[in-house]
């Protein structure tokens, strides 16, 4: 088991900054690829950006490359996105994810997660 507790949401003006933090604790933090997802109201969960388990490969949704950034720090068990140009339509619930597996295709989907944060909320205000 595997528990991950996100924070670094908040209120943030569209153009400003934020960084996300993921925290994680239980079975071995490295043995996991890292992902980050959203859900704006009435929308689904969509993929933002993840991480391979030693960090060697990344991947991003085409709506935040050049602006997001995934990256972890295995020593401190955690996983962070930062978030640089922010939009109003940046604006849902952002989740972190771990999943056992190193597939691209995998980690672009909720399927291919297997341990699940209980989200934060960011809102960019226009």
């Known amino acids: 088991q595997v528990q991950l507790v996100e924070s670094g949401g908040g209120l943030v003006q569209a153009g400003g900054s934020l960084r996300l933090s993921c925290a994680a604790s239980?079975?071995?933090?490295?043995?996991?690829?890292m992902g980050w997802f959203r859900q704006a109201p009435g929308k689904g969960r969509e993929f933002v950006a993840a991480?391979?388990?030693?960090?060697?490969?990344?991947y991003y949704a085409d709506s935040g490359k050049g602006r997001f950034t995934i990256s972890r720090d295995n020593a401190k068990n955690t996983v962070y996105l930062q978030m640089n140009s922010l939009k109003p339509e940046d604006t849902a619930i952002y989740y972190c994810?771990?999943?056992?597996?190193?597939?691209?295709?995998?980690?672009?989907?909720?399927?291919?997660?297997?341990?699940w944060g209980q989200g934060t909320q960011v809102t960019v205000s226009s």
């Open positions: 994810a771990a999943s056992k597996y190193e597939s691209r295709w995998l980690l672009g989907r909720p399927a291919g997660y297997d341990y």
């Open positions: 991480i391979s388990w030693s960090a060697s490969s990344t």
């Open positions: 239980g079975r071995t933090f490295s043995n996991y690829a």
